[in-house]
């Protein structure tokens, strides 16, 4: 608690520390879960699903 206490503090205290973090967060989140990097991730789920799927088949020899 005490630890928490002082960064909070120090927080509150320092406006451009506040201001740079809450920016870096924004860049982080958008990387993260920005549209982009859903689709990427999307069309890695698809690919990796037809891929399985047709590689079973031709193992079937279908």
Do not use: C, F, H, K
Request: proline share 3%; hydrophobic share 45%.
């Amino acid at each position: 608690p005490r630890a928490l206490s002082r960064a909070l503090g120090d927080l509150l205290a320092r406006p451009e520390l506040r201001s740079a973090l809450s920016a870096a967060g924004a860049r982080r989140a958008r990387a993260r879960y920005g549209w982009r990097r859903i689709a990427e991730q999307t069309e890695s789920v698809y690919r990796n699903l037809a891929g399985g799927r047709l590689g079973a088949l031709a193992a079937a020899g279908g």
